[in-house]
């Protein structure tokens, strides 16, 4: 009976986001093995450094610790095992060593596993990936806000489709330069592998809004969008793109 309930509260849950499919353009997709993809984010150094490391913590159990390093050094986010699930934790730079590492959030770590942290320039805008409560299964990527008055990450909410789908969805990086966006997924490949997909990133979302069910389903699963092929010079010297399609 719970397993039946957690299927109906992923139903739901697909149902509510299918009301918000952001129609993105995807400027390229690559399938690579997991084990090297990271190597396939090309984002500027002034957005900070990621870094993923395979740990062990008994025979059976192994974890990928992924660590986002802000661009001045001076902050890292990243995740560990706390018990049999992982966390993200954070840690400031002193002045030869790591303070303490601290666990980030109450609203942003549960019983289940959250991971692949990414910290926006602004400070205060955290993507990383959960596999617990309000994922449509698998790890799903959550958006959540650092609250100056609160001293606290707000309640974090799901970012949706086509960014995540019933398989595994991490690793969102934001490169605001460059109008650039990177997410890895999972979906109808073979274990051991992951496509990682690049979009026209912007602040302005635009959602499909159309009648036609198969249409928004094909744009939800990534099976069809609109692509951006070509690079132009803009007055603030960040790159844009042509979007072709529909």
Sequence with gaps: LAEIEALVQKA????????RVENIAIIDS??????????YYNFSKDIGSLS????????????????????RGDRRYFSDMNGN???????????????EPKSLSDNVNSKSNENYPFLMLDGLTLFYASDGEGSLGGYDIFM?????STRDFLLPENIGFP??????????????QRNIGWFASDRFLPP????????????????LRTD????????????KFRRAEKKLSTPSNKPAFIVTGK
């Design 30 to 39: 690559v399938t690579v093995d997991k084990k090297q993809f990271l190597n």
């Design 192 to 207: 051991g592998r992951v496509t990682i997909y690049s979009f026209a990133y912007s602040t302005q979302k635009e959602y």
């Design 52 to 71: 993923v490391e395979t740990k062990r913590k008994s025979d059976k159990i192994t974890y990928e610790q992924v660590t986002y390093t802000t661009e």
């Design 144 to 148: 959540t806000r650092f609250s100056p």
């Design 163 to 176: 960014f995540n789908s019933p398989y595994n969805d991490y690793m969102m990086v934001i490169d605001e």
């Design 212 to 223: 036609d069910d198969m249409l928004l389903r094909n744009v939800a699963q990534l099976k």
């Design 85 to 99: 699930n992982t966390d993200i934790f954070s840690s400031f730079r002193l002045l030869d060593a790591w303070a």
């Design 12 to 19: 739901a849950l697909g149902e509510r986001l299918m009301a």
